[in-house]
């Protein structure tokens, strides 16, 4: 049967539908072939509960959508509904470049539900395969905080802004960090696994997606080589459902958010309980220290020097948070809710800031809202815990190659996917996630 339809003609068969994703948790095995075991999401957040399914896959379009059957307790025949689809960014393929080289975009599929009591599980097909679906259902927060999403750790080398990042994070009231983990150094890795021993971070398996089903490897391109950078907006989608505090944002690792005065935490509290704020918007700017940090001393912190703007970054109230996208919000549940600018900034550390031909400035912005000299001694206990006297140095081969890679891709119209991976696997030695079942790829 098939998946993927037209509103206007139900006999027309959609090529474009190849690689469906849900939630990346796993409890059974689908087939001799897969050990995968994907989650539904039904989100309780919303009035009336939404089903949603998050894929990857080819332009859809518009009117395209699902065949999904419900299955109800005490109820032997399901329910089948239609989901349509939409894609995550504004148009598919996206406007800007390089996304638009890419031939997968990340979409998701959302319906309304009628009833939801009773519901056990959802069933798709995949071609002769039918694919059972754990229901996850997705309450309104409770638990006041913050929570920080990490977009997928991709080639990553410069461990100092970790320790930072977290250092500074929790200073400003965050409360959990959920990490995404494609691929990094083996000292990168080192410290990750330092802060999830500790329970202060949450890594996520976000792994290369691999190989099409043997049926359709050879019909459609190659799915790494053709995903925007593992398609972090999707993996940023999906940790915003996984959030179960009042507040979160979606910051990389060499980018800290700091109101004017005081916490974030705090700030956001202010502004946006009991308003019609749903999410703060933060200018950026890209800013360096003397010593760098990247010699591992960390006294640079206590007086950063700032260059350029960069590009927004925001935190929002999670409990009205529909769709992000990676610099501002996409869509709020409640549509009366408003993104509101905000008196605070980005403080972006890029590594080759000092490139820019930007002159330097200070302005009154820092990492911890009290007591720098502390965190900064904290940091420096930290690192000598993890790598005792000798803190290894930062390979910054790795950066410049990936750099230029990427330009090289681009030029060449080629999608800034997995291409990159023999350029860098040549100058470094790279810890892969390797979990496998993930992901599923099949054709409808």
């Not at 309780?44 to 990857?56: G, K, W």
């Not at 999904?68 to 960014?89: A, C, F, N, S």
């Not at 410069?158 to 990094?184: C, D, K, M, P």
């Not at 350029?308 to 409990?319: I, Q």
Request: aromatic share 14%; proline share 5%.
């Amino acid at each position: 049967m098939n998946l993927l339809k037209t509103y206007q003609s139900p006999l027309i068969i959609i090529s474009a539908f190849l690689f469906i994703f849900m939630m990346i948790q796993f409890d059974h095995l689908l087939e001799s072939n897969y050990s995968i075991n994907l989650r539904n999401v039904l989100q309780i957040r919303t009035e009336p509960p939404r089903l949603r399914i998050f894929s990857l896959n080819g332009c859809l379009g518009n009117n395209k959508f699902l065949y999904v059957d419900l299955y109800y307790k005490d109820k032997i025949t399901p329910t089948r509904i239609k989901i349509y689809g939409i894609t995550l960014d504004e148009n598919c393929p996206a406007d800007w470049a390089p996304t638009k080289l890419c031939f997968y975009s990340p979409h998701t599929f959302v319906s309304n539900l009628s009833v939801t009591e009773g519901l056990t599980k959802v069933v798709i097909e995949l071609g002769l395969r039918k694919v059972d679906l754990v229901i996850r259902e997705i309450h309104k927060p409770v638990q006041h905080g913050l929570t920080m999403c990490l977009q997928p750790v991709y080639y990553y080398s410069q461990w100092q802004n970790i320790v930072l990042y977290i250092e500074a994070w929790r200073a400003q009231g965050a409360t959990r960090f959920i990490v995404f983990y494609h691929s990094s150094t083996k000292d990168t890795r080192k410290v990750l696994d330092y802060y999830q021993d500790l329970g202060v971070i949450e890594l996520r398996s976000w792994p290369s997606f691999g190989n099409l089903h043997k049926d359709i490897v050879d019909k459609k391109p190659n799915i790494d080589n053709n995903t925007f950078l593992f398609s972090y907006f999707l993996a940023l989608n999906i940790c915003v459902l996984d959030i179960k505090t009042t507040f979160g944002t979606v910051a990389d690792f060499d980018e800290v958010i700091v109101p004017i005065n005081g916490t974030m935490l705090d700030y956001a509290t202010k502004e946006m309980s009991g308003t019609d704020v749903g999410a703060l918007l933060f200018e950026s700017n890209y800013v360096a220290m003397n010593p760098s940090i990247y010699t591992s001393d960390f006294s640079g912190v206590s007086s950063p020097s700032f260059y350029k703007k960069g590009l927004t970054k925001f935190v929002f109230n999670v409990s009205v948070i529909d769709l992000c996208e990676v610099h501002f919000v996409k869509s709020f549940i409640d549509k009366s809710k408003i993104t509101k600018d905000a008196a605070g900034l980005v403080l972006h550390m890029r590594f080759n800031v000092k490139d820019f031909d930007d002159e330097p400035t200070s302005k009154p912005f820092h990492f911890f809202p009290n007591d720098t000299s502390q965190h900064i001694q904290n940091m420096h206990k930290t690192i000598q815990t993890i790598f005792g006297s000798s803190p290894p140095p930062v390979p910054m081969e790795s950066l410049n190659v990936f750099v230029e890679c990427g330009q090289r891709m681009f030029k060449q119209g080629m999608c800034h996917g997995a291409i990159c991976k023999p350029d860098m696997d040549a100058v470094h030695e790279w810890v892969y996630d390797k979990t496998e079942g993930v992901f599923l790829a099949g054709e409808y």
